[in-house]
């Protein structure tokens, strides 16, 4: 779907995206995250064409967004920063003049989106008198409208209170559960990007520091929690069990923290405290949060510059 | 391209900055009106004086609106042509606007050709109501228009002409240079549409045109600068010499034609301008 390859921005001499390479799959949901300034708005506009990269190109289905901006933005839809829509236009004029969009199909359509954002009834108010949330409802719904099959959001979730914030979380899985959309998304919001993305890419100093599945990159170092009905004896005979354990760590409430070598002897620790009488309450791998990995990979990302 | 043009022009029609040069417009023929009361025709020289004996036989509704629209296409249109023209990008860059319209398949191009497009029929659409309105107020503060029409361009920066002729002539005259400020006034909007793909700020690109032209403006009118006057671009746009009984119809094509070459030449430089622009 979207392919960047040694993508480089420099302005003035500061390198705002630094050789950044890496390829979105289709129908994924992918979280673009870093801190203010890290480079993520200069690499979106880079992606829609509206900046020239210094180094590198990017395409999208194939087609170069720079050389062949036509067929590469044919099923994109984007909002880049603030949806800045024209004020003294109404709702429904803004997004005829901004999607280009006419006809009767383009008049079901909009019907359609405009209810999937909640927005039915206000189409004919001038967008000015639009609150926060509902100018960034309008702007999910102009990128959502040409039927695109990606996506782009850069902070859609800007300034907006809690309700908003899942009513957009909420517009994003569904649009991309129902359609199959490939979406890519920024916010500064680590708590959201971990509820709707699949991927996650994460930027600092405009270098790509970490990107794959969520999953996998959340996954603990082989790290178990156990919470078991007697912990010395646990840690006794895990210790001498012969198995592929590395460290275990009693941390009190928390149960024990086990760090295993090797993932497949899960069983087996079960296994081997349950036949020793040792009643296993909670057994989970260790999950870390997108903030710990944030600050885990920035840091380092810092130290290493 | 016709949508895009007719987007653009609502636009613009929408803002109601653009709406202030109407109460400017209407501030200028009040004003004029009451100094043209007050001076009781003593601009208007003793020679033809002398030649026409009465002067305020000839002076009517048209007489008037001739005098009120010079300043009006002269002063006023170029600073409202200035003020949509530097808005229409480097406007829509500072409100962010452009980034959510670039972010489709669109060609710059064509963006820039349909924007142009729309300036100038908003700057017909201007010079029409303002030549109208000039003459409505002529009528109905100073008179029905008579037979016989002075034409007195002394002073006026338009060069010497006193000529007598008849109504229709001075009114097809006036219909014509109505039509070609609204064309000659394009070529500031070409250059200022220019300097709007060169900056990010509506100001920046709106204040550059206004003082490119009043630079020339005044520079053509220098005693010394008798030599290089032709060429500056004011000049350009403000020597028709229509009201002369003969209208040098080769001056009148040399000036059409230069101006034609402005408007290509700034609406070629705007679209490579754009097409390569960062939109930030």
Partial sequence: ?305 | MLRETYYEIIKIFTQKKNYVVIFGHLLMLLLCYVAFRTNNFHFIGGDVREMFGDITQFVDGMFFARLAALPTFMMIMPIFVSTIAGDIIAGEIQDGSLKLYLARPRSRSRLVASKMLAVFVVTLIYCIYFSVLCLVVGILLVGKPLGSQLIYMRGMGLGNSIVLMDLAGATWRYVLMTLYYSFSLMSLAAIVLFLSTLFNRMTAATVSGITLYFVCYIIERLPFAEKIAPYMLSRVMNYPDLYILEIPLGRFAGNMAALGLYVALFLMLSMISFSMKDIK
């Fill in chain 1, 1 to 305: 779907m979207l392919q960047c390859n040694g993508l480089t921005k420099i302005y003035q001499g500061r390198r705002a995206v630094d050789n950044i390479t890496f390829e979105m799959r289709s129908g994924r949901v992918l979280g673009l995250v870093g801190p203010n300034g890290a480079g993520k708005s200069t690499l979106l506009k880079m992606v829609t064409g509206l900046i020239w990269p210094s180094a590198g190109n990017v395409t999208i289905d194939g087609h170069d967004v720079h050389q062949n901006q036509r067929q590469a933005l044919a099923n994109v839809g984007a909002i880049i920063e603030w949806p800045a829509f024209y004020p003294d236009l109404s709702a429904r004029r803004n997004l005829q003049i901004l999607s280009g969009g006419h006809g009767p199909d383009y008049e079901k359509r909009l019907a359609e989106i405009i209810r999937m954002v909640n927005l039915e009834g206000r189409l004919k108010d001038k967008v000015g008198r639009y609150s926060t949330g509902m100018k960034q409802r309008l702007g999910i719904a102009l990128a959502l409208l040409p039927d695109s099959r990606f996506i782009i959001l850069d902070e859609p979730t800007n300034g907006l209170d809690p309700l908003g914030l899942l009513e957009i979380r909420r517009i994003i899985r569904e649009y991309n559960r129902l359609f199959g959309t490939t979406i890519l998304v920024t916010t500064h919001l680590l708590s959201e990007i971990e509820q709707v993305a699949d991927d996650i890419a994460v930027i600092n100093h405009g270098r790509l520091i970490a990107f794959g599945d969520i999953d996998e990159l959340l996954a603990g170092d082989n790290l178990l929690k156990i919470v078991v009905s007697d912990s010395a004896a646990a840690i006794r005979l895990l210790e001498n069990a012969g198995l592929p354990i590395e460290k275990i760590h009693d941390t009190g409430d928390e149960g024990l923290h086990i760090k295993i070598t090797d993932c497949d002897c899960i069983g087996d620790i079960n296994e081997r405290l349950v036949r020793n009488g040792i009643r296993v309450s909670c057994l989970n791998p260790v999950r870390k949060t997108l903030e710990s990995f944030f600050l885990e990979n920035t840091e380092e990302n810092e130290h290493a510059s």
